[in-house]
């Protein structure tokens, strides 16, 4: 008997799929008036979900109770580096 569970998986995986791809197809559309749409990806090695907002840093250890373990990753450098991620790129549109 198969399980359910797999079928379910690979829908979700499919849906990831046609959301990236609609996502690449947009970051390469002209959106008008000279400009294209750009997009950026980056990953923090070693983040968890709540490494991108302070709480880490005004509460480890509701952090850490929230996201379901510590983080691998150091939560100022952490935010320093994605404040700086973001000042540059509006500095550069």
């Given at each position: 008997?198969?399980?359910?569970?797999?079928?379910?998986?690979?829908?979700?995986?499919?849906?990831?799929?046609?959301?990236?791809?609609?996502?690449?197809e947009?970051?390469?559309?002209?959106?008008?008036?000279?400009?294209?749409?750009?997009?950026?990806?980056?990953?923090?090695?070693?983040?968890?979900?709540?490494?991108?907002?302070?709480?880490?840093?005004?509460?480890?250890?509701?952090?850490n109770?929230?996201?379901?373990?510590?983080?691998?990753?150091?939560?100022?450098?952490?935010?320093?580096?994605?404040?700086?991620?973001?000042?540059?790129?509006?500095?550069?549109?």
């Amino acid at each position: 008997m198969t399980n359910p569970w797999n079928k379910k998986r690979q829908n979700f995986a499919d849906l990831q799929l046609q959301v990236q791809q609609l996502l690449d197809e947009l970051a390469k559309e002209d959106i008008g008036a000279g400009f294209q749409a750009a997009a950026y990806t980056v990953h923090f090695q070693g983040a968890k979900h709540l490494s991108l907002t302070d709480l880490p840093l005004v509460s480890p250890l509701l952090a850490n109770i929230l996201q379901g373990g510590k983080a691998d990753i150091d939560p100022y450098y952490c935010i320093e580096t994605e404040n700086e991620l973001i000042l540059k790129f509006f500095d550069s549109t």
